[in-house]
T-cell receptor, first 114, second 112 residues
Framework: KQEVTQIPAALSVPEGENLVLNCSFTDSAIYNLQWFRQDPGKGLTSLLLIQSSQREQTSGRLNASLDKSSGRSTLYIAASQPGDSATYLCAVRPFDQGAQKLVFGQGTRLTINP | ETGVTQSPTHLIKTRGQQVTLRCSSQSGHNTVSWYQQALGQGPQFIFQYYREEENGRGNFPPRFSGLQFPNYSSELNVNALELDDSALYLC???????????FGNGTRLTVT
């Protein structure tokens, strides 16, 4: 059974710092891995999707890497801003599921202090 | 292009009652999935519909059921509500199976 773990559960840093969020998964048989952002009481906004054949994806100040063999992904946020404060979730799509089931981690709650 | 919209935004029900949640998929998307997110947890997959047929289900009892309509809008029905059903219910659509999911803002269900 695929399990996804995110560390740390919460993180608070001053504005301007570069930071890394970690995600690990137990089964490397995945189609892809996706990072989402969730603001309080809201839905999920997709940030980056990495296919299993890819090593990383970049969008603006965000960079996500994927090491499928070790079951790890990182989300790097450069020059953090207070507007980056949110919960960040990673999710994998297991290879053995016919449906587009995503397995989520519990998220990292990020606070950027001005 | 409109995004995924869900209604209602909030709902309070009593244990034992039944509830219907609604989702309007993003234009052109023929696949819809439903997720349950308890407070402080990641979302859990309930089921997925593709062209009006259920084609995948998570570890949820049969009292959780769904429908997808020809216009690709969708419903989630929950019978015999329990206190543990209190959660944020998220709908997500995609252009096709394998494409990125686009989530709605969810329906916050409280069961008392």
């Amino acid at each position: 059974k695929q399990e996804v773990t995110q560390i740390p559960a919460a993180l608070s840093v001053p504005e301007g710092e570069n930071l890394v969020l970690n995600c690990s998964f137990t089964d490397s048989a995945i189609y892809n891995l996706q990072w989402f952002r969730q603001d309080p009481g809201k839905g999920l906004t997709s940030l980056l999707l990495i296919q299993s054949s890819q090593r990383e994806q970049t969008s603006g100040r965000l960079n996500a890497s994927l090491d499928k063999s070790s079951g790890r992904s990182t989300l790097y946020i450069a020059a953090s801003q207070p507007g980056d404060s949110a919960t960040y979730l990673c999710a994998v799509r297991p290879f053995d599921q016919g449906a587009q089931k995503l397995v989520f981690g519990q998220g990292t709650r990020l606070t950027i202090n001005p | 292009e409109t995004g995924v919209t869900q209604s209602p935004t909030h709902l309070i029900k009593t244990r034992g009652q039944q509830v219907t949640l609604r989702c309007s998929s993003q234009s052109g998307h023929n696949t819809v999935s439903w997720y349950q997110q308890a407070l402080g947890q990641g979302p859990q997959f309930i089921f997925q519909y593709y062209r009006e047929e259920e084609n995948g289900r998570g570890n949820f009892p049969p009292r959780f059921s769904g429908l997808q309509f020809p216009n690709y809008s969708s419903e989630l029905n929950v019978n015999a509500l329990e206190l543990d059903d209190s959660a944020l219910y998220l709908c997500a659509s995609s252009l096709e199976i394998g494409s990125p999911l686009h989530f709605g803002n969810g329906t916050r269900l409280t069961v008392t």
